[in-house]
């Protein structure tokens, strides 16, 4: 007989299915530039008839990530962008009506996915001033809770965890058995990373994407990593070829190309830094302490600047409800100092 999953027919999605190509593209945390057209060139001279064609293999470009990650290919798993990777970790630890304790606001598909699966998801909300008291996520674990899920750095609220912090979270974990899953997906805009608890204990991952300082996005790349034993878990999962050719073939040459993250590491903190200097200098209030994004408190409506921003000025951002003392605030995608020299331009004449 005919059947639908109610988790499914009851789940709420926006599906954003606007055309965005022709705008300065703020809103989504990409990078706005990309990455160098004769890097782009350089690359797609690698691409033969062959390579089209064929099933695209992935243990070349494992090796070569796990020696840029100073590990072995035991201890990942490649994916379809690191969402693929986060609802695979999901479905093989947590069950049916389990506990999944997570940061609010946050990347939206923790919770779609825990909705999805009839998983039970926990909330734990910021202070009003944008921190997160870690004291407020340890009371919430408790003896049944089957995950935990934190980001760092977080988005959109763009804070993080110190080694102290995230340690006597651990402790808990362990002690309660609870699976901890940490999404980096911003791990190069803020350097300080917990992979050392994956690639060393069980029932920890972390997962990472290519998508946003590496600048392939429109690739569709990710990876896991966790212990073997757990890694073989997230792997039973994956589609077979879940990871395409043409995004390997990219993150190869990024990771194997001299000075090519360093120059990318850099033009985003170069845009990063003119951005903050200029918002205090104008008084504006902002909140991110990493990631490549910021909150900016405006001095008017938010939705207004939105909605001005794309129709005047084809720049795309996004504006966030009740943040905390906030309010109201606009949220803007970091990248290099020429496009955040649009973005200031235009929210000094339409934010009065």
């Known amino acids: 007989m005919y059947y639908l999953n109610e988790n499914i027919e009851n789940l709420v999605r926006i599906f954003d299915q606007n055309e965005r190509k022709d705008y300065l593209r703020l809103d989504l945390n990409e990078n706005p530039g990309g990455l160098p057209q004769e890097f782009i060139d350089s ?37 379809n962008g690191s969402a693929e990777g986060i609802r695979y970790i999901i479905q093989a630890f947590t069950s049916v009506n389990g506990r999944i304790v997570g940061v609010v606001p946050s990347y939206f598909m923790f919770q779609i996915y825990a909705e999805m699966y009839g998983r039970n998801f926990v909330k734990v909300t910021y202070e009003d ?25 977080n988005n959109p609220m763009g804070n993080v965890y110190t080694e102290t912090e995230f340690e006597a979270i651990m402790s808990v974990c362990r002690k309660k058995e609870i699976t901890v ?20 204990e069980r029932h920890v991952f972390i997962t990472r994407t290519f998508s946003k300082l ?9 990876y896991v990593v966790g212990h073997p034993d757990d890694i073989r878990m997230v792997q039973k999962y994956c589609t077979p070829h879940n990871t395409n050719a043409f995004a390997m073939l990219f993150a190869e040459a990024i990771l194997e190309t001299p000075g090519v993250l360093d120059t990318l590491i850099s033009s985003f903190q170069e ?8 918002l205090d200098k ?27 921003m794309k129709a005047e000025k084809k720049i795309l951002i996004k504006s966030y409800p009740n943040v905390g003392e906030f309010g109201n605030c606009l949220r803007v995608s970091v990248g290099e100092k020429k496009y955040m020299q649009k973005f200031m331009e235009a929210l000094l004449e339409l934010d009065k």
């Open 129 to 153: 001033n944008l921190t997160m008291d870690i004291n407020n996520i340890i009371s919430e674990l408790t003896s049944d809770t089957q995950m935990l899920i934190l980001l760092n750095p």
């Open 181 to 200: 899953l940490v999404d980096e997906a911003y791990h190069y805009f803020y350097p300080q990373s917990f992979i050392k608890y994956a690639l060393n």
């Open 43 to 79: 690359v797609l001279k690698k691409v033969t008839p062959q390579m089209v064609a064929q099933y695209p293999e992935t243990l070349h470009f494992t090796k070569i990530l796990a020696k840029h990650l100073e590990t072995d290919i035991d201890h990942l798993c490649l994916v």
């Open 271 to 278: 845009g990063r830094k003119y951005l903050i200097e200029e």
């Open 282 to 308: 104008c008084g504006y209030r902002h909140k991110g302490e990493a990631g490549n994004f910021l909150f900016i408190e405006p001095r008017t409506d938010a939705q207004r600047i939105v909605n001005r």
């Open 214 to 222: 590496f600048s392939m996005a429109g690739c569709r790349l990710g």
